[in-house]
């Protein structure tokens, strides 16, 4: 089994990046979202780091920064979703750093939080490539949250302040400011999961409390209301450091 890998899809292709297993990894794998089975190789990053952050529009999958174990990298590495084969150079984050989120329209790849810069929002043109533009703050110093959005709003949900947190932040992905407060999770908890259709997001187990307690707990918010999350059921099993991918959420337009 592999810990702290990142992941995204496009409407097709759902892919995993890096990880440890027990050291750091470089592997990049992928499913056929529509169909069950194993993960197959496509190919490899840059260089072997966990705990990334990635997006994903119609055809580029973005995996930005990391850890080298110890040390936190500012790479970003993009793939060609259609095309097996190893990653090419994006550009850089502003800062070196490691467990930040990511979310997307289907312009943007953006990045918030974690170990570089706990509060920033950063963002490329998904489709181009360069470094990231600072655009604001989350409302909270964060890291070991996940993101999901539909294609008008991202939202950064949980995580570590330094201690675990229901807090959810908003960010109107089109526009340059600062994140709002959204809502509040069921539970505290980080290391958590997200997916997100154009309409709804969800959290995923993580690490609830006490400390080292993995969640099987499913949360769900309407990302186009403001509000607290509800219920919507649980995993088969507990767990933490995981990532989740959909068919359908905010890079990839509409539906």
Do not use: W
Not at 85 to 99: I, M, P
Not at 101 to 120: A, E, M, W, Y
Not at 236 to 242: C, Y
């Amino acid at each position: 089994a592999k810990d702290g890998v990142t992941g995204g899809s496009n409407q097709t292709r759902g892919l995993t990046a890096g990880g440890t297993q027990p050291s750091a990894l470089d592997v990049v794998e992928y499913v056929t979202l529509a169909t069950l089975g194993n993960g197959t190789d496509f190919g490899d990053l840059s260089g072997a780091r966990r705990h990334a952050a990635s997006v994903a529009g119609q055809t580029r999958f973005v995996v930005g920064g990391g850890d080298t174990v110890p040390s936190d990298v500012n790479i970003i590495d993009y793939i060609e979703i259609a095309t097996i084969g190893n990653a090419l150079d994006f550009g850089d984050l502003r800062n070196a750093g490691s467990e930040m989120c990511g979310f997307s329209d289907p312009v943007r790849s953006i990045f918030s939080g974690g170990d570089g810069d706990l509060s920033s929002i950063e963002f490329v043109i998904t489709a181009s490539k360069g470094n990231t533009v600072k655009t604001g703050d989350l409302t909270r110093r964060v890291k070991n949250h996940p993101g999901a959005s539909n294609r008008v709003r991202g939202l950064a949900m949980g995580g570590y302040e330094p201690t675990k947190t229901t807090h959810i932040d908003a960010v109107n992905m089109a526009s340059e400011g600062n994140a709002v407060m959204f809502g509040d999770l069921t539970i505290p908890v980080g290391y958590n999961a997200a997916v997100a259709s154009q309409t709804r997001a969800c959290s995923l187990g993580g690490n609830a409390s006490p400390i080292a307690t993995n969640s099987l707990i499913i949360d769900f918010v309407e990302i186009a209301t403001f509000g607290n999350a509800q219920d919507f059921g649980e995993m088969t099993i507990p767990t933490r450091v995981i990532h989740g991918a959909s068919d359908s959420h905010g890079g990839l337009g509409g539906f």
